[in-house]
């Protein structure tokens, strides 16, 4: 529920995610299968979505640090031109932010994780 607005009416954005995952993704086997052979997912693990000019980062897993940094949104690499003015973490509220060379790096709040599974960042 905290991470509905990410998912209903959303699009595909420029690409469809990063991290080891994306790179180093098990082939598929017999009919298409595939689940169960990839590694565990890392905070660097991220999937996006769209909805209009907002952007959704679904990373697959918390960082011990509490920071997590977005290489798609690197500047200079042309996949979104405009600005960052606002990120949200959905079911906390906003966190701090700042664009690197290496991307978006998002700081986020110790001990508060909106759920287990997957935390959604919302990028505005």
Do not use: C, M, Q
């Not at 996006?48 to 959704?56: E, R, S």
């Amino acid at each position: 529920d905290i991470n509905k607005e990410a998912i209903f009416g959303t699009r595909p954005w420029a690409v469809f995610g990063e991290g080891p995952s994306t790179e180093n993704a098990a082939p598929l086997d017999g009919p298409g299968f595939n689940e169960g052979k990839n590694v565990p997912y890392t905070p660097s693990d991220i999937r996006f979505v769209k909805k209009g000019d907002i952007i959704y980062a679904h990373v697959l897993a918390w960082p011990d640090n509490n920071e997590v940094i977005i290489k798609s949104l690197a500047p200079g690499n042309g996949l979104h031109t405009a600005g960052i003015k606002r990120v949200e973490l959905l079911g906390a509220g906003k966190v701090s932010h700042k664009l690197s060379a290496d991307g978006l790096v998002v700081k986020l709040p110790r001990g508060k994780r909106p759920n287990d599974i997957s935390f959604v960042l919302k990028i505005s």
